[in-house]
């Protein structure tokens, strides 16, 4: 509310700028064109007492005259354009006041999204782990396979809360610090490593790697590698129906790397394909989003493909889904 007073207030400024200058050009205006036919006139009266004109086409045929209209006209167009450049250099205010306002409005509702959504992440794991440790405190003697399904799930909540601590870490590192180490790395067998990973936790996602036979070796860097499959895997089994589906493909040609992460969730709109790389940013409200996140995992994963001088690029499936393709060519 505050930022919107503030906002009020300097459009009422400038509109008022706006008004008080457009008088004042007005009135200079019409000052110029007085003081041109008053000194017109008392030429005129001054050639016709000498007898130099007889009439008023003579008088504005005469040399002096003309350049006095001369004179009056290049004021004329030097008030004209010194409107225009305020007036041109007040909008232009104006608009960057603007930019700078949406701006900000957005960066404060990103950072809230990502107090939100932090809270309920870290609160989630480390609420799940507390309840396993003290049911197996209270009940000492439950059965083994009891037991086993419950340290499992503790296990499965500390994996979460230890990858979004990575994240968290990782995203520091990409604005500050982050150097990729390139090396040669079997990018297939990467990518079945992370896929066997992702269906243990997720056994309803179907994932297909598909151009994996035969794939070279690449240099590349392969922890932010492994970052960026396991977000684009958990982000499509997020955001995807009871039985996500997604296809990995895979191509190489002439040194340049291609990965198509393809998935049948519904899709993202095309004002939103161009802000899901901002840091902490994620479409709607955290008051009434029921998927979990914390608007980190595109951020890091265009970051990684920039270090590797790479592209992304968000594209529709058919007949439903999301395509993000990454390019990279081997330095």
Do not use: C
């Not at 870490?169 to 297939?188: C, G, M, R, V, W």
Request: net charge positive.
């Amino acid at each position: 509310m505050p930022n919107l007073r503030l906002r009020f207030l300097s459009y009422s400024i400038m509109v008022y700028m706006l008004m008080a200058f457009a008088w004042w050009a007005l009135l200079l205006f019409t000052k110029n064109r007085d003081a041109f036919h008053a000194k017109r006139e008392l030429m005129q009266i001054g050639m016709v007492a000498e007898g130099r004109v007889k009439s008023a086409a003579e008088f504005e045929q005469m040399g002096d005259y003309q350049a006095l209209a001369k004179k009056y006209k290049r004021q004329e167009y030097m008030i004209f354009g010194e409107a225009m450049v305020f007036v041109l250099t007040l909008l232009a205010g104006i608009w960057f006041i603007n930019q700078g306002y949406q701006k900000e409005v957005r960066a404060n509702q990103q950072r809230r999204n990502f107090l939100l959504s932090i809270t309920h992440e870290l609160k989630s794991p480390i609420a799940s782990i507390r309840l396993v440790l003290e049911t197996l405190l209270r009940r000492k003697e439950l059965p083994k396979d009891k037991s086993e399904q419950l340290a499992n799930s503790a296990l499965r909540e500390n994996e979460r809360l230890h990858e979004l601590v990575e994240n968290l870490l990782l995203s520091a590192k990409l604005e500050a610090a982050y150097q990729p180490f390139f090396e040669e790395i079997n990018l297939a067998d990467l990518l079945k490593e992370n896929m066997t990973k992702i269906s243990e936790r997720h056994p309803d996602a179907r994932i297909i790697l598909d151009g994996a036979d035969e794939f070279p070796m690449v240099k590349m860097d392969r922890q932010g590698m492994i970052s960026v499959a396991t977000n684009l895997l958990e982000n499509a089994i997020k955001y995807a129906n009871d039985r996500p589906e997604i296809e990995i493909k895979l191509r190489y040609k002439e040194g340049q790397v291609t990965m198509d992460f393809a998935d049948n969730g519904p899709g993202i709109p095309d004002k939103e394909k161009k802000r899901i790389f901002e840091k902490f940013y994620r479409i709607g409200s955290e008051e009434t989003r029921q998927t979990k996140g914390t608007g980190l995992g595109l951020f890091i994963i265009e970051q990684v493909v920039k270090a590797h001088k790479g592209s992304i690029q968000v594209l529709d499936n058919q007949p439903k889904g999301t395509i993000f393709r990454i390019v990279i060519r081997e330095s």
